[in-house]
DNA sequence: TATTTGCGTAACTCAGAAGTTACATATACA
DNA sequence: TGTATATGTAACTTCTGAGTTACGCAAATA
């Protein structure tokens, strides 16, 4: 069987997911301190987290009974990697704009 | 009633939807040359089109009964600036650790 | 003009994902 | 030890979205 990864851009399609990264941009959060910014019951939040997890986006450390989660930068470079990609194709098509007006105002 | 306007996000959260803005990136392609590519029926190519197009991702300009589509910019640039987002959170984290480590061993 | 080609759209099916409730478990606390 | 707290998971429901087929229309072509 494949090993169950999870695609990134499907990962953050969810508002919900890019929420719980924000606020965890600010702070490590409890699975219950993050359940309490959203309306939905607090398993669902843990099914968020522990998609962002395995995802790589975030880590959690287990405190007692508690569970902090964290941003972790795994997950966010394979988006950077796809998005630079794309940079790099912006870049080139300026490039061969560039050549073009240059062979075209010769002067 | 809203605006039908279309996170850019849950747009490239579709694989198929990324596999035409990467062969794009190599040449510009109409409806069915692009349905070439894929499995799927033509029509389900189109919808993909139409979402991509109204996300941003791409133009189409029409040549006679064809339609040519290529990149554009603006919605990548709203990942980028989600993604800039969170390269600010790790660059402070990484200033918070050398002011860190700088405390600790202030020899 | 008749036919083919390139495409959009409507109507439908179906699978998956996101939500729920109910329950189980482990830790902290009285 | 008994109870409250923090969490995970299983089973289920519901809804969205990605796919299909069938059809229509405009442009190209014979």
Redesign the interface.
Known sequence: MPIPTL?A??V????SR?KM?MLL?ADSLTINSLADNFDMSRPAVSKHIKILQTAGFISIEDIGRERYCS?K?DG?EE??A??E??DA??ASKLKKLETLLNNKLPN
């Open positions: 695609d851009f499907q953050i399609g969810d508002p890019r990264l941009s941003l930068k966010f988006l950077q796809w998005l990609y794309f194709f912006w």
